[in-house]
């Protein structure tokens, strides 16, 4: 069973910077793409960065120059460096990663932006 591992979400004001981190208990250098959604109360669950196993990557318009993906193979994570928050990134952020054998969730981290 695969499990990925979200942490860093929390409380911060418009304009801070929080980094999120996805564990997996798998080697992620077998991913074929490893993911960050978020979805909002009432919204629904939308991608915001994915990063492929050659390190591409593409982001949401909405994010795009303030958040940063990146992994770290030999730690099996994946990070979502995140600055100039705003309050509409408010939303529980989960990490997704595919394998040949199927595509994995994480439980979710929530970030919460106060203006």
């Known amino acids: 069973q695969v499990q990925l591992v979200e942490s860093g979400g929390g409380l911060v004001q418009a304009g801070g910077s929080l980094r999120l981190s996805c564990a997996a208990s798998?080697?992620?250098?077998?991913?074929?793409?490893v993911a960050w959604y978020r979805q909002a109360p009432g919204r629904q669950r939308e991608l915001v960065a994915r990063?492929?196993?050659?390190?591409?990557?593409n982001y949401a318009d909405s994010v795009k120059g303030r958040f940063t993906i990146s992994r770290d193979n030999a730690k099996n994570a994946v990070f979502l460096q995140m600055n100039n928050l705003r309050p509409e990134d408010t939303a529980v952020y989960y990490c997704?990663?595919?394998?040949?054998?199927?595509?994995?969730w994480g439980q979710g981290t929530q970030v919460t932006v106060s203006s």
């Open positions: 990063i492929t196993s050659d390190s591409n990557t």
């Open positions: 798998r080697t992620i250098d077998s991913t074929i793409f």
């Open positions: 997704q990663a595919m394998w040949v054998d199927g595509v994995y």
